[in-house]
């Protein structure tokens, strides 16, 4: 029985084939890369910016340092969370104690995460951490 072998037509018609799919698939890597490095800076930033929104607003200042009732920051921290569209926000204490969550029984409960630290020390930072919440990304500052 003869084998038939393939026309040099074939074989180049083949490798071009391999050659473009390849392509395809190295171009989808770096676009994928890409867009998802891009959205996550997005993301990224805006948490800072809720962060810096929220720390910076007369109602928490004035809640931290006790010159009105702190129970009118879960409130803000909920119409905050409603215009940003972000999911949660939760504002803490100095001794890392919530005075804001959206689970309203973790209120007056120390955060947890791990990684109020630097938040406490006065840097701004993003985090990626697992709470209450389960694991979230967290815009933070003093």
């Avoid at 390849?22 to 809720?50: C, P, Y």
């Avoid at 109602?59 to 409130?75: F, R, T, W, Y």
């Amino acid at each position: 029985m003869k084998r038939g072998r393939l026309s040099l037509q074939a074989i180049i018609i083949i490798f071009v084939c391999i050659v473009v799919a390849f392509s395809l698939g190295i171009t989808d890597l770096l676009i994928s890369h890409r867009v998802t490095s891009s959205v996550e800076d997005t993301q990224k930033e805006k948490a800072l910016d809720v962060a810096r929104m929220v720390s910076q607003s007369p109602a928490v200042i004035h809640a931290l340092d006790g010159s009105v009732n702190k129970n009118e920051i879960q409130p803000f921290a909920n119409q905050i969370r409603k215009v940003t569209y972000v999911n949660f926000v939760v504002v803490m204490n100095m001794e890392g104690i919530r005075l804001s969550h959206p689970q309203s029984n973790e209120i007056r409960k120390h955060f947890r995460g791990g990684d109020e630290g630097p938040a406490l020390q006065g840097k701004e930072y993003v985090s990626y951490s697992k709470g209450t919440l389960g694991h979230s990304m967290r815009g933070s500052l003093l």
